[in-house]
């Protein structure tokens, strides 16, 4: 099972802060995770985890790009930070 949860913006929009997700048989990584969400999720789920500048991370670690995924893994998606 992955824990994946949802921050700031991305939560509000989603209207869901986390969920846990059922590992499949024959593994997934992060890419495979994130495009069963928005097949499963519909639409507005595609808008928002589409989006180019969205950040991923795997067990508090941003992942600057695609990575196989385990079995207990926690993924993270989030909005850019900005300073100020």
Do not use: H
Request: net charge negative; aromatic share 8%; hydrophobic share 45%.
């Amino acid at each position: 099972m992955l824990k994946v949860l949802f921050f700031a913006r991305v939560r509000e929009q989603l209207g869901c802060a986390s969920l846990d997700y059922d590992w499949p048989e024959g593994g997934l990584d992060l890419d495979a995770l994130q495009a069963r969400l928005c097949a499963e999720r519909g639409d507005s789920w595609c808008e928002v985890l589409g989006q180019d500048n969205i950040i991923r991370a795997v067990n508090q670690v941003v992942a600057m790009d695609n990575r196989v995924l385990c079995d207990g893994d926690e993924v993270a998606f989030f909005p850019p930070v900005t300073g100020g």
